[in-house]
């Protein structure tokens, strides 16, 4: 099988390093030669280029861009494939993409893996960072099984942990436990900086360990992905984060009429349920 990625950042690079280690014919494309210089230099793809003419024989591609270059990253590739050609993708969000994707390639898979770091670019790739990971696929009624098959096939090959959803359900989870936990880490370190005492802001980075390392790693993670969680998955990310706020104020208010009981229940769940996500 030939594979080709286009994007090759911290996704798509892992994911070409993998697949090259495994003996896969993988394609790269990228809108920067140096990217494909390092590519190539690093044996993340075998072959590497900003021309899209490259993909022409491969088999299945993965679009590996941002969210918003997504649908156009794919209307510009069709002139260039033939039609058993299967294309995926790796986006955070699937409702917005799932439906038009398909509609202009009929053998589209909608798929999102659940790894990352908080680095980007092609220097961030690295090995395994998908072994054991979730990933999900969200056909539509008419999408291919064998398109499905196959794009599940690679995924599990990379060490991927499959499920399958609708592109709706999808996304609700998702603003959960991936989208609002960047937008609760980025209001603790936004709230930390702008707090009215500048002593205090100097004594709190000073003394911030683990538990601040771990709270705020996704907050501080790549602005643009933030951003395009919060526009393409907007009403979702309001509703949950509407939720959180409403369960915030129980917080508050235990705290403020010193109801420790109600306090140390609600400890004692989260203390709980912690394991069922982890």
Known sequence: MKIGIIGLGLIGGSLGLDLTAKGYEVIGV???????????????????????ELLSKTDLIFVCTPIEA????????????????????????????????TKLWSNFVPSHPMAGTANQGVEAAEYNLFNNAPCVITPLPQTSPLAITKVSHIWETVGCRLYQSTPELHDRAVAWISHLPVMISANLIYSCTHTSSPEVIKLAQA???SGFKDTSRVGGGNPELGLMMAQYNRQQLINSLREYQQ???LLIESIEGENWEALTNILQETHQNRPNFI
């Not at 997504?70 to 439906?99: F, M, N, Q, Y």
């Open 207 to 209: 003394l911030a360990s």
């Open 70 to 101: 997504i649908l156009r990253t794919i209307e510009s590739i069709i002139p260039h494939l033939s039609p058993e050609t299967i294309i995926t993708d790796v986006g955070s969000v699937k409702g917005a993409i799932a439906s038009p994707a």
């Open 247 to 249: 369960n915030l104020d």
């Open 30 to 52: 990228s809108r920067k030669k140096e990217t494909c210089d390092r590519a190539l230099e690093k044996q993340i793809v075998t072959t590497a280029g900003q021309n899209l």
